[in-house]
């Protein structure tokens, strides 16, 4: 197996409609995928997006420190049914936040998080990094360092990378492979330089894939799904 420990990122549109209630059904569908994982002999660490919530850059500059911050604890709104099915379904898991975010969840401790990572129990990860203009990509990658994950899988709505907006313009070319000098040359726009920057400095490989069940079960698996950035 050519991968033991994963991160993956669920972008918010996995939990449910922008601006809308979490939807429990599709929340069941990312536990089957986990589940499915893990009986496959993955090691899943999880940062749950809140795009559904709210999109700091979607708002004016002026907003824009406010909403990060509301963003960071609203993420808490997809974790909380994430943990309750797991553990409905008897997953192991145990959630984590950023120092900022105020919750009932004990608050990223590095030394905690191995242990339990080593125990196989599923980690969520919430709020983010803890501070504002920081992304949930840029987040995810920090935990993936943190934790020794081999890869990281960014789940959202597009399939993969592509050389412009494959909604807005129906020529755009999507990348099979692409290195992180070209994403950050190329101004691509599906994940956040901070965070490709800060996984080229440390060779961690990314795959963008859209997030549908069975999909992140085959790329870990070496199918080559979406696009690797490395």
């Known amino acids: 197996m050519k991968y033991q420990k994963i991160l993956i990122k669920f972008s918010g549109e996995a939990f449910g409609q922008k601006h809308q209630a979490v939807n429990l059904a599709l929340v069941q569908k990312i536990v089957d995928e986990i589940k499915d994982l893990r009986k496959m002999g993955f090691k899943v ?9 709210t999109r700091g850059r979607e708002v004016a500059k002026n907003k824009q420190l ?12 997809n974790v909380l049914p994430l943990e309750k099915l797991l553990k409905k379904a008897g997953v192991p898991v145990q959630v984590y936040t950023s120092f900022s975010v105020k919750s009932s969840y004990p608050i990223f401790s590095l030394n905690k998080v191995l242990a339990d990572f080593a125990k196989n129990k599923v980690l969520i990860f919430a709020g983010g990094t803890g501070q504002p203009f920081f992304t949930t990509d840029t987040a995810a990658v920090l935990r993936a360092l943190e934790i020794g994950a ?3 899988f ?20 999507q990348y099979a492979k692409i290195s992180y000098q070209q994403v950050i040359a190329k101004d691509l726009a599906v994940i956040d330089k901070m965070a490709v920057c800060l996984a080229w400095d440390n060779q961690l490989p990314i795959r963008v894939i859209k997030w549908e069940p069975g999909n992140i079960v085959k790329a870990a698996s070496g199918k080559n799904l979406g696009t690797l950035i490395g």
């Open 154 to 173: 960014k789940a959202t709505k597009v399939n993969g990378v592509y050389s412009a907006d494959p909604v807005t313009n129906p020529r755009a070319k």
């Open 66 to 77: 406010a909403t990060h911050i509301l963003g960071m604890q609203g993420t808490l709104r």
């Open 45 to 53: 660490a999880v940062v749950c997006g809140g795009g559904n919530l």
């Open 150 to 152: 081999q890869i990281y």
